[in-house]
C-alpha cells in the first residue's frame, strides 16, 4: 500500500492534484494517476503535478494528464505549481522553474493571482479547420460566432484525433471575439478527452491567434472561459522572429483541499 500525501488546486475550475516530491520521491504508476484523477473513485481532477527537486531551477514541475500519461506543458498548472511551491516553502513570491517545455518564471500576486511566462511562439499554420499553434501543448484555434451553441465535444473529439493537424493530435478551442476586444473560449483537451473548464496554454494559443492581421505592438487580451478569466500579454512582431514573445499568463490560482490517500 502506498499512503501520499497531497493537495487540491484550482486555476479558473482546471483543477489539479498536487504531489510535493520535492525532498521524498513519489513513484507512482500510469493506472494509479488515472485512479487518483478519477472524478468517481479517486480525488478527482484534470491532471497531477508532481514538484521535484532541479539542479538549476527552483523546481521541475511533472504533469499528467488524467489518464495517466506524462504530458506537455500545462498553463493553469504552472500557475497552481507557483502558488503550491510558495505555499510549501519552496520559493518565496517569485520563481524560476522548469517544466517539459523549458525554462518559466512566475510570481504570486495577491488574492491568489498568478502569472507565469509561456515559451516564444514562432510557427502558425493555416488549416481549413482554422489555426494551429504550439504554446507548450499543441492547440488548433476555431473561430466561433457564438461559443456557447458549439458542439465541443462532438467537434473537439473529431478534430483532437485528426493527425493531419498534429501528429499524436492536439487540443481543440472555440474562441469567439466579442464587441470589447475580448475572447470568449472553450476547450477540449486531449489526455482529458473532455471539455475542460479552462486550458492556460489553450487560452495563450487563442489570444495569439486573435493578433493575426493586427499591427506590432505589446497586446494585452482578457479571455473568459467557462471557470473564469485569464489575462494574456504578449509582444507582436509579425515580419520578425519570434512573432510572439514576452507571453505571460494571469489568472486565479487557489488551493480547494488537502489530504491523505492510500492506494491498495
Known amino acids: 500500500m502506498k499512503t501520499i500525501a497531497f493537495e487540491k488546486y484550482q486555476g479558473a475550475g482546471n483543477d489539479f492534484i498536487f504531489i510535493n516530491a520535492f525532498d521524498h520521491p513519489v513513484l507512482l504508476s500510469d493506472s494509479e494517476i488515472e485512479f487518483l484523477c478519477d472524478r468517481h473513485f479517486g480525488i478527482g481532477a484534470d491532471g497531477l503535478i508532481m514538484l521535484i527537486k532541479d539542479d538549476e531551477a527552483d523546481f521541475f514541475m511533472h504533469y499528467y494528464n488524467s ?21 510549501e516553502g519552496i520559493i518565496d513570491t517569485e520563481t524560476r522553474f522548469r517544466a517539459i517545455d523549458g525554462w518559466h518564471d512566475g510570481k504570486c500576486f495577491d488574492a491568489n493571482q498568478v502569472e507565469i511566462s509561456m515559451i516564444d511562439v514562432d510557427s502558425l499554420q493555416q488549416h481549413s479547420q482554422g489555426v494551429f ?34 501528429p499524436g493530435g ?68 509579425p515580419d520578425k522572429h519570434p512573432v510572439f514573445s514576452h ?8 488551493p480547494v483541499f488537502k489530504g491523505i490517500i492510500t492506494l491498495r
Open 67 to 87: 489518464d495517466g500519461q506524462e504530458s506537455t506543458m500545462c498553463g493553469n498548472g504552472g500557475r497552481c505549481a507557483v502558488h503550491f511551491a510558495h505555499a
Open 133 to 166: 499553434l504550439n504554446t507548450g501543448s499543441p492547440h488548433l484555434i476555431i473561430e466561433s460566432v457564438d461559443v456557447s451553441t458549439e458542439d465541443v465535444l462532438g467537434m473537439g473529439r473529431k478534430n483532437r484525433l485528426d493527425e493531419s493537424i498534429h
Open 170 to 237: 492536439c487540443n481543440v478551442n472555440f474562441v469567439q471575439i466579442l464587441a470589447d476586444g475580448s475572447l470568449k473560449i472553450r476547450t477540449y483537451e486531449r489526455g482529458v478527452e473532455d471539455e475542460t473548464l479552462a486550458c492556460g496554454t489553450g487560452v495563450t494559443a487563442a489570444a495569439l491567434a486573435s493578433l493575426i492581421g493586427k499591427p506590432a505592438g505589446e497586446y494585452t487580451l482578457t479571455l473568459q472561459a467557462k471557470g473564469g478569466t485569464l489575462l494574456v500579454s504578449c509582444h507582436f512582431q
Open 247 to 254: 507571453i505571460r499568463l494571469r489568472g486565479p490560482a487557489q
